[in-house]
C-alpha cells in the first residue's frame, strides 16, 4: 500500500510507538548550520543486550544516552535521532545526502566513491556493539562502494582495503575503513576522516582480494589486490550542499517504525543487482511465489513518500535489492527463517550443479538484511541435516560469491533426503558496521529447523 506522509492516511496496525520516544533538537532550522552540536552523555559502548533498546542501559542502540546524532562538533550537523528504537530494522529520521563522484576502474574493480558530513555510525565485534561519534576533527564521511568491473555487481572485498587521503599531490594518510550496511547505499567501505583545511584532496584506494570462494561467473577473478585513485573538493559549498541537501522524514511518528528507507545504490556503478540475474538453466526451480503483501514478520507491508524518496515495508521488485528475492535463488527454495530480523533465505541445489565437483546436492543460505536485500558479510553458519534422530551431515558453511546467487554461504551435500531436517546455527552475527536504522538489528546468533524438500 503506498500512502503519503500526512497523519490522516495512517493505521495503528502498521506500526507501534508506545516504547518509543521522538528526539528532535536540532531539526530545526532545516539541519543547514554547521558547528553547534550537541555531546552524548553516557558510554558509547553497549553490549548486544544493551543496543535493543530494551535493557534501559545509558547508551542503548539508536540513543546513545543523547539527544542527537552529533558529536563533539566540528563539521558534524546535530541531526535528531529515534530514542529507544526497537530491536529491529528500523526508520531513522532523514535520508542522508552525500556528493557521489564518478566511477573509477581499479583492475577487475569499479569503485564508486562518495563523500558526506562526518555522521555517527556503529561497530560491531562479535556480540559487541560501539558508537562512533564524529569529533571535532573529522571533515567528511567517506564511503566507497566495490563493484565487479564487467556486471557492475557490489561485491563483499572485504579484505584488505585501504584508503590514503591527502592534498592532491601531495603524500596521505592510509586508513582502513570499515565495511558497512547502510539501508540507502547497501554494503560498502566507510569512516570519517580529518583533513587539513579547504581545497582538493586525492584518494586512493587499494582493494584486496575478495575472500570467499568464486563461482560462475567470478569463478577464477577477484584474486590479485588493484589500485584506483579519485579527487574531490572540501569547501565551504560542499558543507552547505550536502548539509542542506538532508531530507527528513516528514511525518515524525515514521521515526524508528520497522522499515527501512530505499536502497539508492542500486542499479548504479553501469550494472545489474544479483537480483536481476537470469533465471534460466536446469537448476532453477521456482519453489513458491514470494509473499509481496506482507513482510516477513507476517505484518502487512507499507510504504510512505518524502518527494521521490520512498521508505517503509513495500515489497523490491528483484532490480531493487542488492541480493535476489528468495524465490529467485537457483535450485528449490527451503524456506527464508529470520534470525535476529536477518533473513536467511536457503535453497538447495540438484546434483551436478556449478557449486560441486561432483554429483551432490548444493545447500546455499543467503543472508540479507529484510526489505533491502542488503548482503551480511563477516557472519558463521553451522547446518546439520537429521534423519531418523541421527545426524546425516553437519559443519560449517563456507563463504562464497556467485554472480548469480550473490555473496553468500554454502556447502555440498552427498546425502539428503525429503523430510530431513535442517538446522541452520547462526554462530556469529554480521561483524560489519552500521548506518542508523540497522544498529539494533542483525545483532542475534541462534538456530533456525527447516524441513527439506529435495524434488525429483
Request: aromatic fraction near 6%; hydrophobic fraction near 35%; charged fraction near 25%.
Amino acid at each position: 500500500m503506498t500512502r503519503d506522509t500526512t497523519p490522516t492516511d495512517r493505521t495503528e496496525a502498521k506500526r507501534s510507538h508506545s516504547r518509543r520516544r521522538v528526539l528532535a533538537l536540532g531539526a530545526t532550522a532545516g539541519a543547514g548550520a554547521l558547528g553547534g552540536c550537541l555531546t552524548d552523555a553516557g558510554s558509547d559502548v553497549v553490549s548486544e543486550g544493551d543496543a535493543d533498546g530494551d535493557s534501559g542501559g545509558e547508551a542503548g542502540g539508536g540513543a546513545d544516552g543523547g539527544a542527537a546524532d552529533d558529536g563533539d562538533g566540528g563539521a558534524a550537523p546535530s541531526l535528531p535521532r529515534v530514542e529507544d528504537p526497537p530491536a529491529a530494522t528500523y526508520v531513522p529520521t532523514h535520508f542522508e545526502a552525500m556528493r557521489r563522484l564518478d566511477p573509477v576502474e581499479a583492475g577487475e574493480y569499479l569503485l564508486e566513491p562518495m563523500v558526506t558530513y562526518p555522521h555517527r555510525f556503529w561497530n560491531v565485534t562479535g556480540d559487541r556493539v560501539e558508537a562512533a561519534a564524529p569529533t571535532e576533527d573529522h571533515d567528511v564521511h567517506l564511503m566507497v562502494t566495490v563493484r565487479d568491473a564487467e556486471t557492475g555487481r557490489i561485491l563483499p572485498a572485504a579484505t584488505g582495503l585501504q584508503v590514503t587521503v591527502g592534498r592532491e599531490g601531495e603524500s596521505g594518510t592510509p586508513t582502513a575503513p570499515w565495511p558497512m550496511v547502510s539501508q540507502e547505499m547497501g554494503f560498502h567501505f566507510g569512516d570519517n576522516l580529518s583533513l587539513d583545511g579547504d581545497g582538493t584532496y586525492e584518494a586512493t584506494v587499494r582493494v584486496g582480494a575478495v575472500d570467499a570462494r568464486k563461482t560462475g561467473a567470478f569463478a577464477g577473478r577477484f584474486a590479485e589486490p588493484a589500485t584506483g585513485s579519485f579527487t574531490f573538493q572540501y569547501d565551504q559549498a560542499f558543507r552547505e550542499s550536502v548539509i542542506g541537501d538532508i531530507v527528513y522524514v516528514e511525518e515524525e511518528s515514521d521515526w524508528g517504525a520497522r522499515g527501512a528507507m530505499a536502497n539508492g545504490a542500486v542499479g548504479r556503478g553501469g550494472g545489474r543487482s544479483y537480483g536481476d540475474a537470469g533465471r534460466d538453466g536446469p537448476d532453477h526451480v521456482d519453489a513458491q511465489r514470494q509473499d509481496t503483501e506482507r513482510d516477513h514478520r507476517g505484518e502487512p507491508r507499507w510504504e510512505a513518500r518524502v518527494g521521490d524518496r520512498r521508505y517503509g515495508t513495500y515489497w523490491r521488485p528483484p532490480e531493487e535489492g542488492e541480493l535476489p528475492p528468495a524465490a529467485h535463488l537457483p535450485g528449490r527454495l527451503q524456506g527464508e527463517p529470520v534470525v535476529g530480523d536477518a533473513l536467511l533465505a536457503a535453497s538447495l541445489l540438484p546434483p551436478g550443479s556449478r557449486f560441486v565437483d561432483r554429483d551432490e546436492r548444493y545447500l546455499a543460505v543467503s543472508p540479507r538484511t529484510p526489505y533491502n536485500r542488503s548482503m551480511l558479510p563477516m557472519a558463521a553458519i553451522d547446518y546439520a541435516v537429521r534423519r531418523d534422530g541421527g545426524v546425516v551431515a553437519s559443519g560449517a558453511l563456507d563463504a562464497a560469491l556467485d554472480d548469480a546467487v550473490g555473496y553468500h554461504y554454502g556447502t555440498p551435500l552427498a546425502d539428503a533426503a525429503s523430510g530431513d531436517e535442517l538446522t541452520l546455527s547462526v554462530t556469529t552475527a554480521p561483524n560489519v558496521s552500521r548506518h542508523a536504522g540497522y544498529e539494533t538489528a542483525l545483532l542475534e546468533t541462534g538456530d533456525v529447523s527447516l524441513t527439506l524438500e529435495v524434488g525429483e
